[in-house]
């Protein structure tokens, strides 16, 4: 099952939303305000979209490399690259904090390699991660693509 990223909510929100549930109707006289210190943050942006047109090309069949590119997404400050062995399997983050939408790997090692990608929108948005890239071999001699 895929990951969903989840928008964070402020802490005002959330007070406000437990105070109302506790509070019998028409008897609140509360009001919540946060102070200049709180560390909450209001909700400025929506959750970004993922990332799509995700592919993976070798950079010479004999090198194992591979570049990854994808279509920009509007307001995104970075992105975070994903691979795994399987297209359905664990991704784990190989990349973080790309500005563009391109990124090569350093050398790989032997077997297949899915990509996947997520937008950051500054430091605390993040998307869901993109489609999975199609596959990559890697062999002794190099990279291949099915």
Do not use: D
């Not at 437990?18 to 909450?40: E, F, K, Q, Y």
């Amino acid at each position: 099952m895929g990951q969903r990223a989840l928008a964070p909510t402020s802490t005002a929100v959330l007070i406000t939303a437990l105070l109302l549930a506790i509070s019998p109707a028409g008897a609140s006289s509360w009001s919540v305000t946060l102070r200049a210190s709180s560390n909450a943050e209001a909700q400025a942006h929506a959750a970004p979209s993922a990332p799509t047109g995700v592919s993976a090309s070798c950079v010479s069949s004999n090198q194992k490399l591979v570049t990854v590119l994808w279509n920009a997404v509007t307001a995104a400050s970075s992105y975070t690259i994903y691979k795994s062995a399987t297209v359905a399997g664990s991704y784990t983050s190989t990349a973080s904090g790309v500005t563009g939408t391109s990124w090569t790997s350093g050398t790989l090692t032997t077997g297949n390699v899915y990509f996947k990608v997520a937008t950051y929108i500054g430091t605390k948005w993040v998307s869901a991660q993109s489609a999975a890239s199609p596959e990559t071999t890697i062999n002794s001699t190099g990279c291949i693509q099915p």
